[in-house]
């Protein structure tokens, strides 16, 4: 069975509004239309985009629970109790148990942390651990990107006497009244039912940390202004919610948007101990600008490793620690466990396609597991199995010797998971999740059973088979529109992430010349290519797409690209190429 074939879709333009839009907010036509694709139309609406200031971020107290989350924080740390703050494993998790951590110890507290074992433990609070922290001492529990689901966590920390604050923004489970909330002694979630209800439901876990954070060091102050010193342990907090925030793909707008912004240039400025050993092992450099791009595929892999292939209190470590020498041996270990990563990926996701085409290839949706492959890995190969073949995809790691699987699922727009979960209940173990991932246990003797069901309810969802993935452009440039001037222009949009993704351009009627496959070592997995259009000749740099080269040619060289532009500097000599999205054989392309 051969990749799924993505649908290209180009937005509309309206020249009229396009121009109005660039003369009130004085910018570029192309700036202008690239704002109204992402549905900011006046000049007012363009000036809150573009100029993003730090003040614009909404005072923590407004926030639904914060206030008596501070109050009760503040009161522990003058009383001397020990406090726990309980992440999540993944980068939200990670970077806002340390943003809680750094401020907590600045003021003093007895303070520790936890962040779960995926394996063993399982996502969000879990029972016997919070009886053995209430055990070690620990009176207080705060929760970071998790908890808000956790009722039966939440009365067993009431019964043993733990003072529990979950801060969290998932799903909230529903009833027929509306949220079912856990009994803990606070909560604070963006989306909380409140007589004032918050104006951004939005935040990241990363983000509801901060604001607690905040609101802690403004208590124990004793002042919305806070001193000097803790305005700058504050600042160094806003950059560790930006990489919590890209990480967990929250949409980058309001609220985000700043703490993005503002977070990646603390970060390139002045980045704490650990994460200049964090960007030092990552290959950034110290010179260039940091993008929410550098954060997805350079800084969150190494800190989502710690928690997919070992323990997510590494990445933790490495975030708070103050020694230079413990910050680099960390980061050179989280390094090898996403070196270890990448490599499982690769080898789970080929031998994943391999299954689907020589078993599964006519299902209408694909269901895959093996003995094999890691828990923590499972969903990185969903998601490329739904890319490459366009079908919802469920992923099993069966454990030797476990009574139950773990399985991770990804969707394709439109069908919804967590949904399609529930009509195969009774032949799962467990199951939660929300409509583009999920996550699910199932008895290896079941996962016959398990496709058989997906399957049906898949065909009963797209009798006609799933639709064909979109792929959304916007606009079609000639090759010879792409300067360093259109670059610049375009980076008054960074920072790029969710609901504002980064621009995705046409172009058509090209013709390629001097084709060849790169990679490193004897793995060449990537395209190297120049196109001509007129007078106009451009590099293009196809990643993952060795297997397309054939394709690419088949039209005599005539092709059309979708793709984004960049500055690729080497030796300090900068050259515009084409980072290429997608590809069609032929001189035109049909667009819905």
């Known amino acids: ?119 063993s433990e399982g996502y969000g609070l879990n029972s016997e651990r919070l009886r053995d922290l209430q055990r070690s001492g620990v009176s207080m529990v705060v929760s970071v990107d998790c908890g808000i689901a956790s009722l039966a966590e939440a009365q067993v920390a009431r019964d043993i006497g733990l003072e529990l604050i979950i801060t969290d923004h998932h799903e909230m489970k529903i009833g027929l009244d509306g949220p079912i909330l856990p009994l803990a002694s606070v909560l604070v979630h963006p989306r909380l039912p409140a007589p004032e209800p918050y104006p951004f439901g939005d935040l990241s876990g990363a983000g509801v940390a901060f604001k607690l954070a905040w609101a802690v060091a403004q208590r124990a102050c004793g002042s919305e202004r806070v001193p000097a010193e803790m305005r700058e342990l504050l600042l160094d907090a806003v950059g560790l919610a930006a990489l919590g925030l890209v990480a967990d793909v929250v949409p980058l707008r309001d609220e985000n948007r700043i703490f993005v912004r503002h977070g990646l240039e603390r970060i390139r400025t002045n980045p704490s101990t650990g994460l200049k050993a964090l960007l030092d092992a990552s290959g950034v450099k110290p010179d260039q600008v940091l993008t929410s791009e ?125 949904t399609a979960l529930v009509a195969c209940d009774d032949v799962l173990e467990g199951h939660g999740g929300h409509a583009a991932a999920a996550g699910f246990k199932v008895r290896p003797e079941r996962i016959p059973a398990l496709r058989d069901r997906f399957n049906a309810y898949v065909t009963s969802h797209y009798p006609g088979g799933a639709p064909a993935q979109q792929l959304t452009l916007d606009a079609e440039v000639p090759l010879s529109a792409i300067t360093f001037g259109l670059l610049k222009d375009l980076d008054k949009l960074e920072p790029y992430g969710a609901a504002n993704p980064k621009p995705k351009f046409l172009a058509s009627g090209l013709k390629v010349e001097g084709a060849r496959l790169i990679g490193t070592g004897e793995v060449q997995r990537h395209m190297d290519f120049r196109v001509r259009q007129g007078e106009t000749t451009i590099r293009c740099v196809a990643w993952g797409m060795a ?44 667009l819905v």
């Open 547 to 590: 297997d397309r080269l054939e394709e690419l040619m088949s039209s005599n060289g005539d092709c059309c690209l979708a793709f984004t532009p960049k500055i690729n500097e080497w030796k300090g000599y900068k050259k515009i190429e084409l980072q290429v999205i997608d590809l069609k054989p032929g001189k035109m392309v049909s």
């Open 294 to 418: 550098d954060v997805g595929f350079k800084l969150a892999p190494r800190l989502n490793a710690a928690g997919r292939l070992g323990c997510a209190s590494f990445a933790v470590e490495l975030l708070t620690t103050t020694s230079g020498v413990k910050a680099v041996q960390l980061a050179q270990q989280l390094e090898a466990m996403n070196s270890d990563r990448q490599a499982h990926e690769r080898k789970y996701t080929q031998a994943a396609k391999e299954m689907v085409e020589e078993q599964f290839a006519n299902d209408p949706a694909i269901v895959v597991g093996s003995t094999d492959w890691h828990p923590g890995v499972v969903g990185i190969v969903a998601s490329r199995l739904v890319d490459y073949f366009g079908k919802p995809a469920l992923v099993i790691a069966i454990q030797p010797n476990e009574a139950v699987a773990t399985g991770s699922a990804r969707s394709v727009p439109g069908f919804a998971l967590h």
């Open 1 to 119: 069975m051969a990749r799924a074939e993505k649908q290209w879709h180009l937005l509309p333009s309206d020249p009229t509004a396009t121009n109005r839009l660039a003369g009130t907010a004085r910018v570029s036509s192309v700036v202008a239309q690239l704002l109204i694709n992402r549905g900011v139309r006046d000049a007012a609406a363009a000036r809150r985009f573009l100029e993003t200031p730090l003040g614009g971020l909404l005072p923590p107290m407004a926030l639904p629970g914060v206030r008596d989350a501070a109050d009760r924080i503040a009161r522990a740390i003058t009383d001397k109790r020990r406090i726990c703050v309980y992440g999540d494993y993944d980068v939200d998790g990670v970077t806002g148990t340390s943003v809680l951590l750094r401020i907590l110890g600045k003021l003093g507290a007895d303070v520790q942390f936890h962040v779960p074992l995926r394996l």
